[in-house]
């Protein structure tokens, strides 16, 4: 997947939580026509963004990435949360010490970023309410109790 070759943790775990959500967990039929190899790559990135052991293999990963990356910002606020409450009287010469979180990620700002990246951020708009997703849903994959066919999810991949 583009974000993590791009190691932009925060869109991999939005994209994931995404995927997970019940209006598309449920597209089973749809999710039979992907190549089996897309599942042995999605099986990569939900251990890579695994809460178990603390997000282990996140942190292995932030840690053996060098350069540009973008944090998963959920994790870290709430690293830093923690920090703040447990140590809020903490004097000493490490506080002074690097933050990874202030490197810049060159690419984005200065307009020469990836197009797509760009026009998925500023153009972008996801659907919050409930009921619209759970339509559309129904319009890419009926449930089997309508009769529906996997024309619709086809069609859907098409664009």
Same mark, same amino acid.
């Given at each position: 997947?583009?974000?993590?070759? +791009? ?5 991999? &775990? ?5 995927i997970?959500?019940?209006?598309v967990?449920? !597209?089973?039929? /749809?999710?039979?026509?992907? $190549? $089996?190899d897309? #599942? ?5 990135? %939900?251990i !890579? ?20 990356r973008?944090?998963?910002? $959920? *994790?870290?606020?709430? &690293? ?15 506080r002074?010490? $690097? =933050? @990874?979180?202030?490197?810049p990620?060159?690419? *984005?700002?200065d #307009?020469?970023? %990836?197009p797509?990246?760009k026009?998925l951020? *500023? ?9 619209? +997703?759970? /339509? =559309?849903n129904? @319009?890419v ?5 309508? #009769? &529906? /066919? ?10």
């Open positions: 997947m583009r974000w993590r070759e +791009l190691n932009n943790y925060i869109s991999l &775990g939005a994209v994931i939580a995404g997970k959500s019940p209006a967990g449920r !597209l089973h039929a /749809t999710r039979d026509l992907l $190549p $089996p897309v #599942g042995i790559d999605w099986l990569k990135l %939900e !890579l963004m695994s809460s178990s052991r603390s997000h282990a293999a996140y942190r292995l990963a932030w840690d053996n990435t060098d350069g540009e973008i944090a998963y910002l $959920p *994790l870290h606020l709430r &690293g830093l949360a923690s920090a703040e409450q447990g140590n809020a009287t903490f004097i000493g010469a490490e002074d010490g $690097p =933050r @990874q979180l202030e490197m990620y060159r690419g *984005l700002g #307009g020469k970023g %990836e797509t990246i026009e951020l *500023l153009e972008g708009r996801p659907e919050k309410d409930e009921d619209t +997703l759970f /339509t =559309r129904q @319009q994959e009926p449930s089997a109790d309508t #009769g &529906g /066919t996997l024309d619709k999810s086809k069609e859907f991949f098409k664009r």
